[in-house]
Structures are given as C-alpha cells and as structure tokens.
C-alpha cells in the first residue's frame, strides 16, 4: 500500500501518473496491440493521426515556393513518365480502380487519378504534394522521393498530378509514356 498524506492532491495525481505510465509501458510489452495493417485503428485513433498529419504538412509546406512553370508541356511529360513508372502501382491511372498496394496497405494509398480539389487553394495543393512526395508520410507506405530524385524531377510530377484526375485511360497512355533518348535512371 502507498501511503497517501490526507489532502494532499499533489501526491495523489503523482501517483496516478506513475501508475499509467506503467500500464502503458506493461501494454507495450504485452504483446497485446494488434499490428496487422488487416485490423483497423479506432475512429478516435485515426482522427487523431489524420489531424497530426494535416497539421503538420501544412505548416511544413506553408513557405515552400512553387516555380511559376508549373504548367509547362515539358515538366507535364516528365512528371507524366515519372509518375506511371513509380507511383501508379500505389496510386493507380485512370480505368484501374484497385491494386494490391490499395487493397493492402493500411493506410491505403488514395487513388489520385479520381481525386480532384480544384475547389481548394492551388497554391497550397502544390505546396503539400510537393512536401508529401519529397518527405513522405511516416508509418505509412508512402516513401520519401528526395532521396535519389532532384526537386524538379519532384515539381514535374505535382504537375503531372494537376491534370491526372482529367485524363482518359488513352490520354494517360500518350502522356506517360518515356521516349527511348529519355530514359532516366532511379
Ligand atoms: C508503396 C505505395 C506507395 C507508392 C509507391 C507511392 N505512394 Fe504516395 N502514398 C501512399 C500512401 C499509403 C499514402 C497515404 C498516407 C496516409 O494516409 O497517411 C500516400 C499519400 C500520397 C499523397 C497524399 C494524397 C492526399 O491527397 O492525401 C500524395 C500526393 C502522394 N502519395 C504522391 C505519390 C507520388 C507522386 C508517388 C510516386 C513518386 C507516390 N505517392 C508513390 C503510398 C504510396
């Protein structure tokens, strides 16, 4: 027994803290979490690290200035070409709606070729997939582009990913496809 001094509130709340964090590191050891990316985190849970990523990457990429050729055909083909050989298998192309990776992963990765916000702030769409592709998103399956690719190769595929959610499956074919003087190494 812990003796507890009449009133004093202080001791009590100590002990309480004391008493949680060594339930919850008893919890860690337990081996009773289920870490199986099949079994699906509550509600509460979720929105918790949905707010911490949101939060996050928007005041991570609020500064970051996007170049004023966005549009270009140029960085368009590129990005195109870029985006079919190392993101597709994750994020799909117009005409697939599932793949392995979308039915797997916990989180599973968005389908980016449906997803459209033009009715949000260009600017700052630019600025958080450009963040996004560069750092990626901790513990989940989307990797960090930087390593081993430029921030241009970065910015052609944010704007690849402008037009992506308006192209047809053979739309999508001519633009993504690599001319053969225009192969790049990963
Ligand atoms: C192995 C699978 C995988 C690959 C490959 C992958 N991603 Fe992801 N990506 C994810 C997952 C999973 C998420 C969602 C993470 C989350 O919900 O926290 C994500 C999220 C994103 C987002 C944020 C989407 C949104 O609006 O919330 C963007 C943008 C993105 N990825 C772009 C790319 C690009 C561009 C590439 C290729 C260079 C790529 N990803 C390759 C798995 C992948």
């Known amino acids: 027994m812990i ?15 004391g008493a949680a964090v060594i339930g919850g ?13 099949d079994d699906p985190h ?29 549009s270009s055909a140029e960085r368009l083909l590129k990005g195109g070409a870029d985006y079919n050989d190392m993101c597709a298998g994750c994020h799909l192309k ?20 449906v997803i459209s916000r033009l009715d949000e702030n260009e600017t700052s769409i630019d600025q ?7 750092h990626g998103i901790k513990a ?3 990797p960090a582009w930087a390593p081993g690719h430029d921030d241009t190769r970065i910015w052609n595929m944010v704007s690849f990913l402008k ?7 053979a739309q ?10 225009d192969v790049v190494h990963h």
Do not use: H
Request: with cysteine.
């Open 42 to 70: 509550y509600d509460v849970t979720t929105w918790a690290l949905e707010t911490l990523r949101e939060s996050s990457i928007v005041r991570a990429s609020q500064d970051i200035e996007v170049p004023s050729d966005l």
């Open 163 to 169: 037009r992506l959610p308006d192209l047809t499956p």
């Open 3 to 17: 003796a507890i001094k009449k009133g004093s509130c202080f001791k009590r709340l100590l002990v309480m803290a």
């Open 140 to 142: 989940s399956g989307m």
């Open 94 to 113: 117009p005409g697939k709606s599932q793949s392995d990776f979308t039915l797997g992963l916990y989180p599973s990765p968005p389908n980016l070729a």
């Open 172 to 181: 999508y074919q001519i633009l993504t496809a690599r001319g053969k003087s």
């Open 128 to 134: 958080r997939n450009f963040w996004i592709i560069k």
């Open 25 to 37: 590191v008893a919890f860690l050891y337990s081996g009773l979490y289920s870490m199986g990316a």
